[in-house]
């Protein structure tokens, strides 16, 4: 992800280092060609525009101008401002609370929820959790057995639920089940559409209201860009997300979903997912995604 922008910040920096003194033409022209690469990248206008802003505003000012090392204070404020950008603070999951603490997943179909919703549980077991995965999906029984391959894969109970029965009974029971077998986290895998739609918004809400999660988090198909973030819009519209995970990161050679959710969506996202392998998830680091894209 990012190696395109990487590319084009790099060389905008070189310049930049490359003259003694700086002149305000060179800081202009130098956010000018940051702010086409972002747009390049698929970062939201508005975003690309607020960010490049917020530079102008501290990299005109007399601190950088009449330092010795101007470019160098730029290349730092850019750095500052994009791990801003991408969220400030790295994000924690949020577990703490009553026991079996439940965390929702959802997400339109084919955005990776049920492998995010593994690899969530793999890690968790990692830690020393003793997670329960439950397929809250009563339309698609092919998810439901991907779960439970998936469970029976990386060691993890999947609660085993009746086809056709009313989700909402089903995560209420599948919260039982998860007191009565001393599992210390839920994680609900949820009901996916091909869009976003109004009876999966009520049957989302409805489960939300029943079973209180600690966190609803967002899958999110970062190869789809600026979709993502339109998605995200509408789920956080319907269900206060707490949080987003971006999938299908190492295959998104532009990046913009991962740019622009926090300003759009003011969520903090929590996870990437990075590879089909159930292993492939990363907790979100906005710091050391700036640097790394910063190069
Ligand atoms: P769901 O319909 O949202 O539950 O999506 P699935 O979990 O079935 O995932 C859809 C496809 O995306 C599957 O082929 C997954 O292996 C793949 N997938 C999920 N997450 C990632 C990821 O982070 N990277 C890549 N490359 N593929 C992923």
């Given at each position: 992800m990012f190696d395109r922008l990487s590319d084009k910040l790099g060389k905008v920096f070189k310049k930049l280092k490359g003259h003694g003194k700086l002149t305000e033409a060179n800081i202009q022209e130098a956010l000018r060609e940051?702010?086409?690469?972002?747009?390049?990248a698929d970062v939201h206008y508005k975003v690309a525009k607020t960010f490049i802003d917020r530079i102008r505003e501290r990299a005109l000012g007399q601190e950088v101008m009449t330092s010795l090392t101007p470019g160098q204070q730029v290349v730092k404020i850019v750095h500052d401002e994009l791990a801003a950008l991408l969220g400030g603070e790295a994000p924690r999951l949020e577990l703490g609370g009553k026991t079996p603490v439940a965390l929702m997943l959802v997400g339109l179909q084919g955005s990776g929820k049920t492998t995010t919703a593994a690899k969530l549980a793999l890690y968790l077991k990692k830690q020393g959790r003793q997670p329960l995965l439950a397929p809250v999906d009563t339309q698609r029984p092919a998810a439901i057995e991907q779960l439970h391959r998936l469970g029976a894969e990386i060691g993890v109970d999947v609660y085993r639920s009746q086809p056709q029965q009313n989700p909402v009974a089903l995560a209420s029971e599948a919260m039982a089940a998860a007191v009565a077998k001393g599992h210390?986290?839920?994680?609900?895998?949820?009901?996916?559409?091909?869009?976003?739609?109004?009876?999966?918004?009520?049957?989302?809400?409805?489960?939300k209201a029943d079973v209180g999660p600690a966190e609803i988090l967002l899958v999110a198909d970062a190869m789809t860009g600026q979709d993502a973030v339109a998605v995200a819009q509408n789920f956080h519209e319907a269900l206060d997300l707490t949080g987003v995970i971006l999938t299908k990161v190492e295959g998104d050679a532009r990046g913009g979903a991962a740019l622009s959710m926090r300003t759009v969506v003011n969520k903090p996202i929590k996870f990437l997912g990075v590879g089909e392998k159930?292993?492939?998830?990363?907790?979100?680091?906005?710091?050391?995604?700036?640097?790394?894209i910063l190069g």
């Open positions: 940051v702010r086409l690469a972002l747009l390049e210390d986290v839920l994680l609900l895998d949820t009901a996916g559409r091909l869009h976003v739609d109004a009876p999966l918004m009520a049957e989302l809400q409805a489960i159930l292993d492939a998830l990363e907790v979100f680091h906005p710091d050391r995604l700036a640097s790394r």
